[in-house]
């Protein structure tokens, strides 16, 4: 799993997995545009520009498959994306052999001409469960989750004002129960200056918490 900056991330099976591709504009991008090749699909959380970003660009240049919720994936056929698999919240789906269920997150969303809702994904591959949360508050909810899908590796948002902070985070981690917990969506911008230090240090014992700095790669 590679930490490309603020919620992105690239996951790899056998296949590549990117999850809300926010490289143009984003100053903690640690790739480029040029680097967005081979991925097979592409999985966008919401409509912010920081979440679908570059999303439409890299699956038509990559003729990758586009995962979003129902009216998002609607967006972007009608801007030619050719490969979409439109979902909603419960919903599980499986393309490539990757297992794909959508989440939800509390959160809002928007785009050009449209909003549906803001969601998470819980991403199966062989031997792990990932689970992003994409953009969201903590709920209760959480528990269910990590009840039904019990994934082993959870990335989480803690810049706090869009997002929670470090303690809801804390928060979700008790509720999630993953081993692993990645923080996300903190460091971008000086509005969601957090440490995510503190965040580990507040979870002690509940989780392993693995900073990445973008850039930074973990295997599982
Ligand atoms: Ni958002
Ligand atoms: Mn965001």
């Known amino acids: 799993m590679e930490y490309i900056g603020h919620s992105c991330f690239i996951i790899e099976d056998d296949k ?11 100053p903690s991008a640690s ?13 966008v959380t ?12 890299i699956a038509i240049d990559n003729d990758a498959t586009f995962v979003a919720m129902y009216e998002l ?12 698999e439109p979902m909603n919240i419960g919903g599980t789906i499986h393309v490539d052999d990757v297992e794909i269920t959508m989440t939800n997150a509390l959160h809002s969303s928007d785009f050009e001409g449209g909003a549906g809702h803001a969601a998470g994904f819980i991403v199966s591959l062989k031997d792990h469960k990932v689970y992003h949360a994409g953009d969201t508050g903590v709920f209760y909810d959480m528990k269910l989750i990590g009840q039904i899908y019990k994934p082993d590796i959870s990335i989480l948002p803690i ?18 129960g993953s081993e692993y917990v990645v923080p996300m969506h903190f460091g971008t911008y000086p509005a969601l200056d957090q440490d995510p230090y503190e965040f580990k240090k507040k979870v002690g014992e509940k989780a392993k918490v693995i900073v990445l700095k973008p850039g930074e790669s973990i295997t599982f």
Do not use: C, Q, Y
């Not at 590549?16 to 504009?25: A, K, S, Y």
């Not at 790739?31 to 999985?43: A, E, F, Q, S």
């Not at 919401?46 to 660009?57: K, N, P, R, T």
């Open 16 to 26: 590549r997995i990117l999850i809300d591709p926010f490289i143009t504009g984003n």
């Open 159 to 176: 810049g706090s004002r869009f997002t929670m902070g470090i303690r809801e985070a804390t928060k979700a981690v008790e509720l999630i």
């Open 31 to 43: 790739k480029g545009m040029d680097d967005m090749k081979g991925i097979d699909l592409v999985l």
């Open 73 to 84: 994936t609607n967006f972007a056929a009608k801007k030619g994306v050719k490969k979409v």
């Open 46 to 57: 919401h409509g912010h520009g920081d979440h679908l970003g570059d999303a439409m660009e």
